[in-house]
DNA sequence: ATTTATGCAAATCGTTTGCAAACCT
DNA sequence: AGGTTTGCAAACGATTTGCATAAAT
């Protein structure tokens, strides 16, 4: 089997930007949800932003969306597989991205405790492959249904080493 | 430059409960702070209960522990290196548990979706330094300065999926 | 004796909810 | 029309803080 190719973090979602929206008015409509125009907003919002935002900062990249909406719809979003949510770093605050069958994107987090900043980065697939299978056998020998792992880097980002 | 080394993998855990309490008490020295009854009571629950756990469970572990004083010795406790918080699973709510340094056990967590379980697990040594090795060039490469970082499992634990 | 930690109750702040208006199909 | 989504403001809850007392050195 070829293994998917490794693209840096940001290139790897531009070439399905064209169909992120049919696909995920497929998944709404599935779940007999709408694809409204906020719900559009905010998906265009983080598709834009490109890296794990918090509500607030969603909230004031997307203008006019309510506090309320923001919360609902982000929890359709999240149970139909639109967005993931990833709760890091010791500032608490969860974040959202788009999920990674929409960017066709498997990616990790390096967090920053500095400044809280998260961004993407990807491993080699050799690894990534050696990564799932001593996982898989992990949880296999503990009963545990693995739907997905995590993979994440903290320290210190440049800018805040710097300072 | 040399990225600073992140932790071996190491798989005994049991041998040091003995000289917990005068490692933390030093630490907590180090840093002009004392090992009051109160967090005593606190470092022994997390040893007793040995997974990372909330503060509603670490404050029913813990007659007489006041809500504000487990806010509060938490706090301390993190930034002397005594426990670690990690924030897991769509539940939100962090969760503590002692510092590697006092456990001498590198592990990771299995994210129980279903019931917002938490376990802990450790994978191959070979696996644990490939993992610091390819996470180290990532960082370099990016001038992220890691000190940490964090492989968890996510998915149904086996009493979940019975169910 | 002086400094630090504790408990309680009040204040905070992110998140959730009730409800009426706007929206979509 | 019939049901869904939205915005506002009120409600909620976990976390934090002020302050007077208790404990530690």
Redesign the pocket.
């Known amino acids: 089997m070829v293994p998917k190719l490794l693209l840096p973090a940001v290139a790897g979602q531009r070439e399905r930007t064209v169909d992120v929206d049919s696909e995920v008015a497929m998944r709404?409509r599935r779940a007999?949800?709408?694809?409204?125009?906020?719900?559009r907003g905010i998906v265009h919002a983080l598709r834009a932003l490109n890296r794990p935002v918090?509500?607030?900062e969603l909230i004031d990249a997307t203008p006019?969306?309510?506090?309320?909406?923001a919360?609902?719809?982000l929890?359709?979003l999240e149970v139909t597989g639109v967005v993931h949510r990833i709760v890091l770093g010791a500032d608490d605050?969860?974040r959202f991205e788009l999920a990674e069958v929409l960017t066709a994107n498997h990616h990790h987090h390096l967090i920053c405790t500095g400044c809280g900043a998260v961004d993407d980065f990807t491993v080699p697939a050799r690894l990534e492959k050696a990564l799932t299978d001593a996982l898989g056998a992990v949880a296999s020998a503990t009963g545990f249904a693995p739907t997905d792992h995590r993979l994440d880097l903290v320290g210190t980002c440049a800018a805040c080493t710097a300072s």
């Open positions: 709404l007999g949800q709408r694809y409204s125009t906020g719900r918090t509500i607030a006019g969306l309510a506090v309320s909406s919360y609902r719809n929890a359709v605050h969860a």
